[in-house]
């Protein structure tokens, strides 16, 4: 696709995981520069990228984010509360599935995905209401305070609704939950 401007979003163009991954192994190649798919997903656009690239250079000496439910930035303009949205994946992170919706709610939506919850070396996996309350830990750290916005789909929605009763008990305000399978 011809002309792309330094403004024009991947996945919006017809971007996806396979050629994400191409991409960011182009990059690697050319650029002599490691590009995480997250960091991708989170950046879509080569002003983005660029800006990633020069916050990496600047904080590679601070640790990475312990978390072991991060949230991933896919949209951050737009005035609104922010939508948080888990995915279906248990394992791995596969945030390209959320772009269409994220693009659909409009620019004015800012849009994150809280990751799967890290399960890597752990003897034994956590309940679903550990993991409901470690992804509410992650969600505060961007938006504090009520009211929240939250959906999920298929597994996720499992979480998502977990989380919104975690909410209701703890006495704050959920707008709006969204279950889709």
């Known amino acids: 696709m011809r002309p792309i401007g330094i403004r024009d979003n991947f996945f919006y163009l017809g971007g996806h995981s396979l050629l994400a991954a191409r991409l960011v192994d182009r990059i690697e190649q050319v650029l ?9 997903f989170a950046s879509p656009t080569i002003e983005q990228l660029a800006t990633a690239f020069k916050a990496q250079e600047v904080n590679e000496a601070q640790p990475e984010s312990d978390s072991p439910s991060p949230v991933m930035a896919i949209q951050t303009g737009g005035s609104k509360r922010p939508f948080f949205f888990l995915h279906r994946q248990w394992k791995e992170g596969n945030a390209f599935f959320s772009y269409p919706l994220a693009r ?3 620019a004015d939506q800012p849009f994150y995905v809280l990751e799967p919850y890290r399960l890597e070396s752990l003897p034994v996996a956590p309940t679903l209401e550990a993991i409901a309350a470690a992804h509410l830990r ?3 750290a961007v ?19 977990e989380m919104a009763r ?16």
């Open 143 to 161: 938006q504090p305070e009520g009211p929240y916005l939250l959906g999920g789909w298929c597994n996720g929605a499992l979480i998502a609704y």
């Open 104 to 106: 659909d709610l409009g």
């Open 32 to 40: 002599h520069k490691k590009l995480s798919l997250g960091t991708l």
């Open 166 to 181: 975690q909410l209701h008990e703890q006495g704050q305000e959920l707008d709006l939950l969204v279950l889709m399978d």
């Open 138 to 140: 992650s969600l505060r």
